[in-house]
């Protein structure tokens, strides 16, 4: 058991469920995984995947999979924004040592407002720290509309990529475990990375300036 990777191990759990209601199983998956954080621990792109896996041994419907995953995923990153929206500052407030950061979120509130547009699309892709990117723009007052514009294309390629790569992937869960969790940790990297670059340039030109 302590060999399995983690796709192998939802795998072993879950299995029956896709079997006996996987529609069901995507679609709460979908809902829950960045409007309460349930992604920071089961990932809503491999339960996705395996509906795809289970699509190809013909239990499931590919495009209803498709179809399910992206409609509860808009509406589980709806509800993350609006948690963060209304209850986001309320809840900084009363953890410790986050409370501190708060004099901060004023730039990020900026930030969201004007650039957070691709945060959005792009947080889709990231491993488990994208679970807070909706609640993220929900404190950060980003535009509901605008939030949407990116947020709902993101999550329709992603769902049917993802979808469509466990469908072609088959029987061989290693390979997707192993593709998926470098993807999201890629991109996670290259966030990073550009939050880095944005936060030296900007310290750099106002030395400059100063």
């Not at 190809?56 to 509800?79: H, K, M, N, T």
Request: net charge positive; glycine share 12%; charged share 15%.
């Amino acid at each position: 058991m302590l060999g399995l990777s983690l796709v192998e191990r939802i795998v072993e759990w879950l299995g029956p469920a896709y079997e006996a209601g996987g529609y069901w199983l995507i679609a709460g998956a979908a809902l829950l995984e960045r409007s309460v954080f349930v992604g920071l621990i089961i990932p809503g792109d491999i339960i996705l995947a395996l509906g795809g896996v289970y699509s190809a041994r013909g239990s499931l419907d590919v495009g209803w999979v498709i179809a399910i995953g992206s409609f509860f995923a808009i509406c589980g990153e709806s509800i993350g924004y609006w948690l963060g929206r209304k209850f986001g500052m309320r809840l900084i407030r009363h953890i410790p040592l986050v409370n501190r950061l708060e004099p901060r979120l004023q730039n990020a509130q900026h930030y969201f407002r004007d650039h957070g547009g691709w945060t959005v699309a792009i947080g889709r892709y990231a491993t488990a720290a994208g679970a807070f990117v909706p609640f993220l723009a929900g404190v950060g007052k980003m535009p509901y509309r605008r939030f949407l514009l990116f947020d709902i294309p993101a999550i329709i390629v992603w769902a049917t990529a993802i979808t469509i790569f466990g469908y072609v992937s088959g029987r061989n869960i290693e390979f997707i475990d192993t593709v998926l969790s470098r993807f999201g940790y890629v991109v996670l990297a290259l966030v990073i990375a550009f939050f880095a670059t944005r936060f030296f340039l900007k310290r750099r030109r106002e030395r400059v300036s100063g």
